[in-house]
């Protein structure tokens, strides 16, 4: 075969993909922003979360926005937000939530592509999970699930301490101020699961085992949604 008609023939393949890939975009709907995968990545501290949003991320290209870590940020680089985070996070209580939900619009607004969000250590409150529900709505798109790791409170505070004393994070150095994070947890944090599961999105999944056992139960939920 000559260069001239092996040319034409590489041209007419190359047609014939186009018109194929162009049919098959009209008969696949689009992944609209309705169909965004929005996780809440629930738990107390020490369950894991961060761990495993790393996983998640890398799994379903989406990304992860931990509000611990914004005010951790925020505290490094001595911003005003940083200051007034400061005070709360040293006695391991909830920084206030109009602070917070501003904060947490401010991310997801800076990411508008994003094909889904790992929500890690947000929403905290009622108050919270409501901003949130208002927030994505007004995007188009929705919480897909809640997904809580349960481990025992013994089992928290080993490992807070044991990340403590590797990280130098001043609130997991403390036993009184981790079994304040617990408490607060408890009383203000955990009627978020009964929030969601009100909206048949909570589901709960032992936070115990390797990481691989874990992440294998967050991606049977996950692929089931
Ligand atoms: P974390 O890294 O998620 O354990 O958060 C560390 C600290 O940041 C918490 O103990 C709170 O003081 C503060 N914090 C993080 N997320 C929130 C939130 N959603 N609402 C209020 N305070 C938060």
Not at 48 to 55: F, I, L, R, S, V
Not at 99 to 122: E, H, Q, S, W
Not at 127 to 148: M, P, R
Not at 205 to 214: F, Q
């Amino acid at each position: 075969m000559s260069y001239q008609n092996n040319f034409t023939l590489h041209e007419t393949i190359i047609h014939k993909m186009k018109f194929l890939k162009w049919l098959i975009s009209i008969f696949t709907p689009q992944r609209s922003k309705t169909k965004m995968l929005n996780i809440i990545l629930f738990g107390p501290p020490g369950s894991g979360k961060g761990t495993q949003a790393e996983y998640l991320i890398k799994e379903y290209g989406i990304i992860h926005i931990s509000t611990g870590d914004l005010f951790r940020y925020e505290m490094g680089n001595n911003t005003e937000l940083g200051l007034k985070a400061k005070e709360y996070m040293a006695k391991g209580e909830l920084v206030p939530d109009e602070v917070t939900i501003g904060m947490l619009k401010n991310k997801v607004n800076a990411n508008p592509d994003a094909k889904g969000i790992i929500f890690d250590g947000f929403p905290r409150t009622i108050t919270q999970a409501e901003a949130l529900d208002t927030f994505l709505s007004e995007k188009d798109t929705e919480v897909s699930a809640l997904i809580a790791l349960d481990v025992p409170e013994e089992e928290l505070v080993v490992r807070l301490l044991g990340r403590g004393a590797s990280s130098g994070r001043a609130d997991d150095m403390d036993e009184s101020i981790i079994k304040n994070r617990i408490s607060v947890y408890n009383s203000e944090t955990a009627p978020v699961f009964e929030y969601y599961k009100s909206k048949n999105k909570s589901n709960l999944i032992p936070g115990i085992g390797s990481k691989d056992d874990i992440f294998n139960r967050l991606t049977t939920v996950i692929n089931a949604l």
